[in-house]
């Protein structure tokens, strides 16, 4: 990566440079879910939570989509870079998955992996948002303030199902 602590280049382009950085990483990390969501469904056995991921995971494959266009709209080709957070969480939803048995603690198990899936995308989504609007890439904005907002979404979806029905049946399971 850069070191933009010592880049010749002015502030708007330093900033400029870390936004499509970021958007490499969170492409990647997207590409990521659309592999491994269909995994945590198929291990899922509440219908809420079932339906609740896999409206998701079509949502993902627009958010991969999207950033696509959002590239475009700023003048670059997409292209993913390894997103190490991503990867290490997708490894804690799967290690969950596997230590837990099928039902309603493994379901927790999934909403909590998730739920840590989705926070690192909205503090991601959040700030280049952020970024985009103080560039003044208006579309660029747009496109991510629409996956930030199905991410937040999600994100309360799943606390919502967890809180109606899961955490309380599991608290039940020895
Ligand atoms: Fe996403
Ligand atoms: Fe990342
Ligand atoms: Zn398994
Ligand atoms: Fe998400």
Redesign the pocket.
């Known amino acids: 990566m850069q070191d933009l602590k010592n880049s010749k280049t002015k502030v708007g382009n330093g900033l400029r440079t870390l936004l499509t950085d970021q958007l490499k990483d969170i492409y990647w990390a997207?590409q990521a879910?659309v592999k491994a969501l269909p995994k945590m469904i198929r291990h899922a056995t509440d219908a809420k939570l079932v339906k609740a991921l896999s409206k998701h995971l079509t949502?993902?494959e627009g958010?991969v989509s999207r950033l696509e266009a959002v590239f475009s709209s700023l003048g670059e080709k997409p292209e993913a870079k390894k997103c190490e957070a991503m990867s290490g969480l997708i490894k804690e939803a799967e290690g969950i998955m596997d230590d837990c048995e099928a039902g309603v603690v493994r379901d927790a198990g999934i909403i909590l992996a998730s739920q840590k899936i989705e926070h690192y995308?909205i503090a991601t989504y959040g700030t280049l948002c952020a970024f985009a609007q103080t560039l003044g890439e208006k579309k660029a904005m747009a496109l991510l303030q629409e996956?930030l907002d199905?991410?937040k979404a999600a994100d309360a979806a799943l606390s919502a199902i967890a809180e109606a029905s899961i955490n309380a049946a599991a608290v039940l399971v020895d």
Do not use: A, R
Request: hydrophobic fraction near 10%; aromatic fraction near 0%.
């Open positions: 997207e879910l949502e993902t958010q995308e996956t199905q991410e």
